[in-house]
Each structure stands twice: as structure tokens, then as C-alpha cells.
């Protein structure tokens, strides 16, 4: 099944049809990319036997903006960064008092919401970075990619999420049928 769907890197006119259509279905989305200036090498898609894209993302490399530099580790996590973690299928853990070389998913998006396609696209697009330390991709509780995480090994963390509104009139209601879209990378 991986292996009916082939990977392109770069941008195309194409993409930005399938952004255009796809980006409208979750809620608090980026309508245009372009504004992030993400470099066109940073762009995937994911195509199937006929050619048609049916996902798409982008990796955004924000290390020069955004560090991570690990305090250190507590309990059981002590020993991690000391042990092969890449060969058990995790994320590198990098040792306390240094930088994570990361990168973000950004724009994770599958032609009907299908969780499938957009796993096989997170599969492939990260065997394409494998000097980073992890990749991270932020994902609301409403999203239907969650599930591709119960078949991906991964590290798990939280945040709350909020909105404001000074005027009671404007108070923002999510659509219940609407996934929420936020970028972790936007954050």
C-alpha cells in the first residue's frame, strides 16, 4: 500500500490548488503559506499511481528563531540520551545542556481528511531528515490525523488552547464538524 504512492519534493502549481482547497477544511488555518516564506526544497507531496497529489506538507526549519536546549531529564529519561534510541524506531534524545537539531511539520494535509495517506506522508517525508534529532507536529485533539499516532512511535506532550475575545458580541465558537488546524510552528 506504501509503496502505490510516490514522494515529490518541491513546490508546484498543483500544490497550491490542493492547499487552496484542503487548508479551508480546519479552523484557526492559515489561508495563504506564502506569507512564511518557507523554502521551496521544504515542500512535499504525495502522489498516487495517476499522478493526482493526494497530501502534502511542508518541513519548516525554525532554528535560527525558536531553540530547544534540554535542561535535562528526570526519572527513567536520565539514561535516554546515552542509548540508541533511532534504532528502537524513536526520536534521538539529545543530551541536557545542548540544542535539539529539529524541525517542525507544517500544513499536514490529506485529500479527504484520510489518516492513511497522511501517515504514509509523515513516513516518508521524515526518512528524508534523518540527521534531526526529532520532527515535531503539532496536532488539536479534533484532528483526524491523531490516529495515524497510535502506529507511529512518538513522544507525546500537551498544551492548552484558548481563545480571547474582548467583546462578548465576537465571541469565537468552534464549528463542531471543523478540526481545529493550528500550527505548532505558528505558536
Not at 534521538?92 to 485529500?111: D, E, H, I, Q, W
Request: aromatic letters at 14%; proline letters at 6%.
Amino acid at each position: 500500500h506504501n509503496n502505490t504512492y510516490t514522494l515529490q519534493k518541491g513546490r508546484t502549481n498543483e500544490m497550491k490548488d490542493f492547499y487552496q482547497e484542503q487548508l479551508l477544511a480546519f479552523d484557526f488555518t492559515p489561508s495563504d503559506i506564502d506569507e512564511y516564506h518557507i523554502p521551496e526544497k521544504m515542500f512535499f507531496s504525495l502522489h498516487d499511481k495517476t499522478g493526482s497529489i493526494v497530501a502534502a506538507c511542508t518541513v519548516w526549519n525554525q532554528q535560527k528563531s525558536k531553540q530547544y536546549r534540554v535542561a535535562g531529564y528526570k526519572g527513567i529519561y536520565r539514561i535516554i540520551p546515552y542509548l540508541p534510541s533511532k534504532l528502537l524506531g524513536y526520536p534521538r534524545f539529545p543530551r541536557p545542556g545542548s540544542n535539539c537539531n529539529y524541525l517542525t511539520f507544517a500544513f499536514v494535509r490529506a485529500k479527504d481528511n484520510n489518516p492513511g495517506i497522511a501517515e504514509i506522508l509523515i513516513r516518508k517525508v521524515s526518512r528524508q531528515f534523518p540527521q534531526s534529532d526529532f520532527l515535531m507536529l503539532g496536532l488539536h485533539d479534533s484532528s483526524p490525523f491523531n490516529e495515524v499516532f497510535g502506529h507511529i512511535k512518538h513522544i507525546k506532550y500537551q498544551s492548552r488552547f484558548y481563545t480571547v475575545s474582548w467583546d462578548t458580541k465576537d465571541h469565537y465558537k468552534q464549528h463542531p464538524d471543523i478540526p481545529i488546524g493550528l500550527e505548532v510552528g505558528l505558536l
